[in-house]
């Protein structure tokens, strides 16, 4: 998708808040009219490093990309919050067709590099998705103490 390089730059992610970035991605992803996308958040700011705000924005587009492509779905959610136990909760659903995750097959390399991205930051990650149940991704950073 043609989106994809703007948002990447490594000099906007630098520049701009995690928050803008994302809605930059849903913005042009809906400018495409395949799948409404909806994103909220519980701050006005996050502040992340380079790393972060990369990896957040890398899988965010890899679950838009394979739900547009892959799950056939009307709506995804996005949801960015921060709350006292984590830095922030990245939650990302779809209603698409879903997938049956003991069929490794469907665990492509997108699954695996967003799991390792996740794990890059000390995150924490789970996927869940059923046949026709659609897909739901959690990915946790807890706060240091």
Do not use: Y
Request: hydrophobic share 35%; aromatic share 6%; net charge positive.
């Amino acid at each position: 998708m043609r989106s994809l390089s703007k948002t990447l730059t490594d000099d906007n992610i630098n520049q701009k808040e995690i928050v803008t970035l994302i809605q930059e991605e849903v913005d042009n992803t809906n400018s495409f009219k395949k799948c409404k996308i909806s994103f909220e958040h519980n701050f006005k700011q996050l502040d992340l490093g380079f790393v972060h705000k990369n990896v957040l924005l890398r899988i965010t587009q890899e679950f838009i990309q394979n739900s547009i492509k892959h799950a056939n779905c009307k709506n995804i959610f996005i949801n960015l919050n921060t709350s006292e136990e984590s830095l922030w909760e990245l939650n990302i659903k779809d209603d698409g067709v879903g997938f049956d995750k003991s069929n490794t097959k469907s665990n492509g390399i997108g699954l695996t590099n967003m799991k390792n991205r996740a794990e890059i930051i000390g995150a924490s990650f789970s996927l869940e998705s059923q046949k026709n149940m659609g897909t739901t991704l959690n990915i946790i950073l807890k706060r240091q103490p």
